[in-house]
């Protein structure tokens, strides 16, 4: 069974950064495409990026520049680096993984 189990969120100021992190489970992790998505209040689930399992990305045209997506495969860990956080970059985050296969999401607030 596949679990997935995101940490890192919480509350910044515009402009600050946070590192999420996600650790998986029961998946043999170094197959798969791995990414985040998120979904702010009231609106649609949405694509932040993703990483192949050789370590290419693929981001949002929202957060490219801002936003870092690595991965360990030992670890079985993706992690999503978000800098120049935003306001409207409030949302829920959720660790994906192809499938689909969704992790229980981690609230991110950027507020002063």
């Known amino acids: 069974q596949v679990q997935l189990v995101e940490s890192g969120g919480g509350l910044v100021q515009p402009g600050g950064s946070l590192r999420l992190s996600c650790a998986a489970s029961?998946?043999?992790?170094?197959?798969?495409?791995m990414g985040w998505y998120r979904q702010a209040p009231g609106k649609q689930r949405e694509l932040v990026g993703t990483i192949t399992s050789g370590g290419m990305t693929n981001y949002a045209d929202s957060v490219k520049g801002r936003f870092t997506i690595s991965r360990d495969n030992a670890k079985k860990m993706v992690y999503l680096q978000m800098n120049s956080l935003k306001p409207e970059d409030t949302a829920v985050y959720y660790c994906?993984?192809?499938?689909?296969?969704w992790g229980q999401g981690t609230q991110v607030t950027v507020s002063s």
């Open positions: 029961g998946t043999i992790f170094s197959l798969y495409v």
């Open positions: 994906y993984r192809q499938g689909p296969y």
